[in-house]
């Protein structure tokens, strides 16, 4: 009896560390490294955002004023 309860013992840790190490351990690295290039990319797109900003917000030409030709006379209505 008491190998039988060795044995099984021994079977439960290696399923212990089997999953401990074959899954646990790779998903927590895989995680970690999808928020690192999620990170990356979101800065990456922010620093492309402020890029077209800064272009779209150049700085513009002065309106000119309108000449007194460019008006059109009318008659008021009353």
Do not use: C
């Amino acid at each position: 009896m008491k190998i039988l309860e060795v044995l099984f013992e021994l079977f439960v840790l290696y399923l212990l560390y089997k999953l401990i190490f074959d899954f646990i351990i790779p998903v927590y690295q895989t995680t970690k490294q999808v928020k690192q290039k999620v990170g990356e990319m979101q800065q990456k797109m922010n620093e492309q955002m402020k890029q077209q900003q800064s272009f779209t917000t150049a700085p513009k030409e002065t309106p000119q004023k309108p000449t007194r030709e460019d008006y059109i006379e009318y008659e008021e209505v009353k």
